[in-house]
């Protein structure tokens, strides 16, 4: 068996506070890879942007999802040294510290392993739209 | 060095929302493997259930991180929009989203790098027990 | 292409509560290992210090995010079962929880692709200094 690797850089459209499914963009980068079994990394190259696997079926999850971390981290400017960049960075900043900044998914005859109900998310915490870079990297065989 | 890989699929029965052990099952598909040094990475097939490696020795350290848990994601219907599965289920999306769905682990001379005091766990967010998927992947020589 | 690995273990120095930066260890290993392209994994062996990618700019986001994890998860000893190793130890597994134990970055040309204003980060949730082993471990070509 000859190991490789195949890597490329997504770039994702965010629109917001809230979750970009991005589950078929990486799954035909496996694809197109010819590599048939390995292990997919998705890395995340922001700090106020974050990964999640998350349910692919129920909107209303990533919606209950997006409020719970809007709950969880207020963007009340007296909780924070750093406001600078606006009453929403840093409450962005720690949303991404309590999620992932990493993924790494093993994949098995050109099909990452995602159970039925699984899909991956880029997860904006900023309010306005941003261009966010996802680095893909598979090795395998 | 010539590198490989292998593969399985766990199933482990949960007992409802806390922590099982898998340590020794992941430690057994190393040994068996026959691969020396390596990456090891654990993948939950699952949104409401998630992976989490914590201290093995006193289990009063899983019940507190459980009942932590229980506390800061609130099984209140109110809160939520996706309740048709029952008052567990959105809460233990966001558990799952707060901790980890996967883990990876470097090998050396056949054993996983953990620490003395550190196991690898499934951790249940539902109320009810379930049979959870966790795929396992070894790449190394 | 010939892939291999490489691996050491950093042993990092902790203030107490708070981030330690180990990105430039962890580029040197990076770069006396030879490997050019390939992915890098960071695996903290402690349950109460854990790993975050981080903003590598502003001080005040370290100070802002290390607030933020002391006000979520509270030093009350009559919240936990487990206070035998002092009001700090429960809380500092929690944060472990909500953060990361581990994070695999790929590297390209010899350098991790960090995005620009990203760092790696020891995060010590204990109240005195620490001693933190971190096992580096790179695979690739």
Chains 1, 2, 3 share one sequence.
Not at 41 to 68: G, K, R, Y
Not at 99 to 116: C, E, H, K, W, Y
Not at 130 to 139: A, E, G
Request: proline content about 4%; hydrophobic content about 40%.
């Amino acid at each position: 068996m000859s190991l490789r690797q195949a890597r490329t850089t997504l770039s994702v459209r965010t629109h917001g506070q809230g979750l970009t499914d991005i589950t078929r963009e990486v799954a035909d980068f496996v694809r197109r890879s010819g590599i048939a079994d390995g292990l997919l990394t998705a890395f995340i190259q922001h700090t106020s942007a974050s990964l999640t696997v998350q349910e692919n079926a129920d909107p209303d999850v990533l919606a209950d999802l997006n409020d719970f971390f809007r709950r969880i981290v207020r963007e009340d400017p007296t909780l924070y040294r750093h406001t600078m960049e606006g009453p929403d960075d840093m409450p962005a900043h720690i949303r991404a510290a309590l999620t992932s900044v990493q993924v790494s998914i093993p994949v098995l005859t050109g099909v990452m392993a995602l159970g039925t109900w699984q899909g991956l998310y880029v997860f904006e915490h900023r309010a306005r739209p941003h261009d966010r870079r996802v680095v893909l990297h598979l090795l395998g065989s």
